[in-house]
């Protein structure tokens, strides 16, 4: 009877209600509730009965949980600020990375579709156990069949390059030593930076297919080198999509970070729901609060076409 | 006598145009070689260093004791061997894991791409109040690293009694969800729970895809489906989501892939040993160590190695096979808005 009186337009937003409810649910259940909930575990104490197998109640105790994670906890600092500074390291450089091999890449040549495959494999394999499993083998395997490890001065050990000479070498010529330590650093981080560019590299090849011919077209009509070309057309276009990709590089390389392992060892190896809240809590702060200033930062430098 | 004067300057110029035009081209086409060569080396190089570690391990899990113990071998085995695969096969169960493992997943997938189609559509073709909250809601369940809410879906699901409706059943006790010893289902349900309500593994990213797809194909599809009296849940089934063909390609492979691959949730929600693959390859280290009495840790390598062979064989199958489609389909799906 009520449904009659419903106006066409009611009818429609109660579709797309329906549409959507099932997130809405979701959200609600596990994301809402689970977020206030750890809010909660981190303002109180946990009380674990015993003998229990299940159940706690927790009791309120302010800010102590983060008091004692800010200024008494043994590494927990430490593991945040080695997490950040890292985090903004990789960013920058798989940023980079991903773009320039997207232009590579999204140039005609032959057996493009393999290279794509390649580059795009790493996402396909990327599962921690296996990669565990590779580290070891790395570790184990002696010879050349290892790419560039980790470590600078274990590679310059077995691949017959003497890289400790190189390094002095440059280090000779005068160039500023920070510098130096972030190219070395960017040599020896390869591997993970190849590895883990694999999703945004596709996605600046699809912003790159989008770009429309014609903008080149008049680009080149009008006498304009390549260079100039990649700054006045090319970068313009695809930098919507910077930003994408580094909230996708945060994430992805944040669930991977020590602060993460430490929470979690804390929550379940050490039994202290309180303390691991406070630090999932903190660190996700961080790492909202940078994802935040760098997106107004960019997002300020950044062109939208519509 | 003054016409062949010009004419001759005529063809002068016209041939100094010419040498220009050949030197240009001339230039053009070595710069075009450089660059070949430079993308040559660079995409050699940069392919080595991805596929180095897997060519590695596929060459080391054919090795024969005496082939790894000999310095000149390299790559290439003198006695190759099916051992390593004969053990690490028994080990790690591989068959029976291997099966419910594809069960598991492929439920899923299927589960994960008709919810998060419907939701995408829902908030690209309806307006309803509080749209703009809710896909604000979407986009923080992209952002938020879900280490931030495990230990609540843990207790959650451990303690699992929404509204007390299982409480209900059984005496007003909550059950366990969670995986471990006579686990219920093996300790699947919660990321089937969750993945039912648009919250399983990603489910915000492909949302997101979903509704950017439908976002851009033009209205009069749906119009004209109307017009012809389709219902609104028959326009989406069965006129929409054909057309929606490079997202679903692309969610389908992210959702196996991903789903195959995670260990964050399997180690959550403890899923038991017979179904998470994963478990099985941490393991197959100290299997092989203790049961086969292997005791040299290179030998035990390689018996990794196979194991590791046989957990990626299936991601590497359907990413041959649909891996035209699938890059394809990523430009095509929407990501890019």
Known sequence: MKLKKLTLSQKKSLKGFLFVSPFVIGFTAFYLRSLIMTVQFSFSETIMPEGAAAGHSLSFVGFRNFIFALTEHGSFTQDLTVSVFNMSFDVLLIIFFSLFMAILLNQKFRGRTLTRAIFFLPVILNSEAINDAIIMARAMMVGGMSPVSADVMEASGTAGVNVMYYIYMLNELGLPAGLLDYVVGAVSRINLIITSSGVQMIIFIAALQSISPSLYEVAKIEGATTYETFWKVTFPMVSPLIITNIVYTVVDSFIRSPVVTLSYETIFTHINFSLGSVFSLLSMMVVCLLLFVVCAIISKRTFYHN | ?337
């Open chain 2, 1 to 337: 006598m003054r016409v062949s004067k010009f004419k001759k300057k005529i063809q002068i110029i016209y041939a100094e145009k010419q040498l220009g035009n050949e030197r240009h081209r001339v230039v053009r086409q070595f710069k075009g070689f450089l660059m070949a060569i430079l993308r040559a080396i660079l995409i050699i190089g940069l392919s080595y260093v991805i596929l180095g570690p897997l060519i590695g391990i596929i060459a080391n899990s054919f090795f024969s004791n005496s082939d790894k113990y000999s310095p000149i071998i390299y790559l290439i085995p003198q006695n190759p061997t099916l051992e390593r695969y004969r053990i690490a096969l028994l080990r790690m169960d591989y068959w029976n894991v291997m099966r419910n493992m594809l069960i598991y997943v492929a439920g899923l997938t299927v589960i994960q791409l008709f919810i998060c189609s419907m939701v995408g559509y829902g908030f690209a073709r309806y307006t309803f109040p509080f749209k703009k909250l809710l896909f604000a809601c979407v986009v923080i369940m992209i952002v938020i690293p879900s280490h931030t809410v495990m230990l609540p879906l843990f207790t959650t699901f451990r303690e699992f009694n929404p509204f007390g409706l299982v409480g209900l059943f059984n005496d007003g006790e909550s059950i366990n969800l969670l995986g471990g010893g006579s686990a219920i289902a093996g300790g699947v349900l919660p990321m089937f729970i969750m993945t039912l309500f648009g919250c399983g593994l990603r489910a915000g990213l492909y949302i997101y895809i979903f509704n950017q797809f439908f976002r851009a194909l033009p209205k009069e599809i749906e119009e004209a489906a109307e017009i012809d009296g389709a219902g609104t849940f028959y326009t989406y089934m069965f006129i929409m989501m054909p057309n929606a063909k490079p997202s679903i390609i692309t969610v389908t492979i992210f959702s196996i892939v991903w789903q195959y691959n995670d260990t964050f949730f399997t180690r959550l929600f403890n899923i038991n040993d017979n179904i998470a693959l994963s478990k099985q390859i941490t393991s197959l280290w100290a299997n092989v160590e203790n049961i086969d009495r292997v005791m040299d840790r290179s030998i035990i390598q390689l018996y990794v190695n196979a194991g590791i062979v046989l957990v990626i064989i299936p991601v590497i199958v359907l990413y041959v096979l649909l891996q035209k489609q699938f890059i394809e389909g990523v430009e095509r799906s929407g990501i890019v808005g």
